[in-house]
């Protein structure tokens, strides 16, 4: 178990809606990322916040949104669903922004079909 | 742009052997790399990094992974293979100019073979 905890575990939803993704990091650590896996893109970072500010933004669409909430936990919003964005997003957290490099502990993931 | 590749999808290996799961990264400071494995409808566990120091690196569950800044390699290794190893294997690239961004390989599946 790595600290971090994601719901909800699964998710089906039609094309068209909108769906909120929520992550909350190891007690502790201040950075959330937010990662998507597909079976033909392989696990792409989508973008990153610590202490409640975005910090890095990767391969995000401007139909996904996220933020950092002040006790820390994440949500990532996803608009306009397409049946492309059937995938499992991962949620990672670390203790330090600068200065070292931490690892990521990864939630378990929240698996998404868009019918 | 920082860039992973990991050049097999797929190694197989018998039981008890060794095993190799190739990395290759591009960055444009000093990398900091890591591995990281999947098992089947889990998220990614952390195995082990190389920040500086020692180029070999030693991590969980007996893996172990060589950096050698000329190659731009962090190949990962393990004496002895078990069947329980099996699993997707990424590698992943911090560069140290560049904030916070991690880029991971694309995988590379073991099949540990009984």
Redesign the interface.
Known sequence: D?G?TQTPKHLITATGQRVTLRCSPRSGDL?V?W?QQSLDQ??Q?LI?Y?NGEE??K?NILERFSAQQFPDLHSELNLSSLELGDSALY?C?SSRL?SG??P???????TRLTVL | AQSVAQPEDQVNVAEGNPLTVKCTYSVSGNPYLFWYVQYPNRGLQFLLKYITGDNLVKGSYGFEAEFNKSQTSFHLKKPSALVSDSALYFCAVRDDNYGQNFVFGPGTRLSVLP
């Open positions: 790595s971090v950075s990322y990662y392989g696990l970072f990153q610590y910090r890095a990767g991962f990672a922004t070292g490099a690892g990521q502990y990864f939630g378990p993931g």
